[in-house]
């Protein structure tokens, strides 16, 4: 099993940093190769799901991800995703969104990712395409925040 932490400081509150996390959102984090387009989004409430066609080299990808965990605090706010239909290599996947106010006007995003392919060798090249997608988001959300403000 692979793992990923980032944090990604953010210019906004905790709940306009809540309420952004919603589809429109999820639409510009483009990976930097390929496309994808979201086909369902619930929210990210226990239960809700998400389903994303992901397109690289002329092929076409399911990814379904479930909401598992939810909380939240007058400080914090957390989601889970858990990968149920994931595209090869990847056989498992648990993505816990941690959204944090740190001080008036400033959060942070806490990206904790925890993955797994099969074959297992195939993780070492997985986890440094998965670092540079996370980090490629950075911008983005910086981005997308600082409109919400």
């Known amino acids: 099993m692979k793992k990923i932490y980032l944090e990604t400081p953010v210019q906004v509150n905790l709940v306009p940093l809540i309420e952004g996390f919603n589809s429109s959102l999820l639409t510009r984090l483009q990976p930097p ?4 387009t979201l086909t369902r989004y619930d929210g990210n409430s226990v239960g809700d799901e998400i389903h994303i066609e992901i397109h690289l ?13 939810e909380k939240q605090s007058a400080q914090e706010y957390t989601f889970v995703d858990v990968g149920r239909e994931l595209p090869f290599p990847l056989s498992y996947w648990h993505h816990r969104h941690t959204l944090k106010q740190v001080s008036d006007g400033r959060s942070l995003i806490i990206d904790e990712v925890e993955f797994e392919c099969r074959p297992a060798l195939l993780e ?5 395409m998965m670092l ?15 409109e919400k403000k």
């Open 57 to 69: 080299m002329g092929q076409t990808v399911n990814w379904v991800s479930v909401i598992a965990e």
């Open 132 to 146: 540079w997608m996370f980090k490629s988001r950075v911008p983005i959300y910086q981005k997308y925040f600082a």
């Open 33 to 36: 190769l390929g496309e994808m």
């Open 124 to 128: 070492w090249a997985v986890k440094p």
